[in-house]
Nanobody, 124 residues
Framework: VQLQASGGGLVQAGGSLRLSCAVSERAFSSYTMGWFRQAPGKEREFVGGISWVGGRTNYADSVKGRFTISRDNAKNTVYLQMNSLKPEDTAVYYC??????????????????WGQGTQVTVSS
């Protein structure tokens, strides 16, 4: 299974970006998907995720109300819409897939597959 994240870039504080993660797996609709990020010198942290059951979402407190995760099963793609971006959102963003859980795992070790990451830089 391959995950290809895209959509990162440089944006001013208060701006928006939409990240995409395309998954090369016909069973994509039965995978729970997560987004993580890692800033320089920091550990990888959970941003949010979307379950394959009912499309239920879960978000880190730091992004609630600003970020939205959605998925298009017909396109094997999950999205991360990021609004009201802040300089502290600057990081490499990764998408990940979990093939066995109904709920959204919060820990990076619980995911089975990972994309390569896309850089998001928010200037002040």
């Amino acid at each position: 299974v391959q995950l290809q994240a895209s959509g990162g870039g440089l944006v001013q504080a208060g701006g928006s970006l939409r990240l995409s993660c395309a998954v090369s797996e016909r069973a994509f609709s039965s995978y729970t998907m997560g987004w993580f990020r890692q800033a320089p010198g920091k550990e990888r942290e959970f941003v949010g995720g979307i379950s394959w059951v009912g499309g239920r979402t879960n978000y880190a407190d730091s992004v609630k109300g600003r970020f939205t995760i959605s998925r298009d099963n017909a396109k094997n793609t999950v999205y991360l819409q990021m609004n009201s971006l802040k300089p502290e959102d600057t990081a490499v963003y990764y998408c990940a897939a979990d093939r066995s859980r109904f709920s959204v795992p919060l820990g990076a070790t619980e995911y089975d597959y990972w994309g390569q990451g896309t850089q998001v830089t928010v200037s002040s």
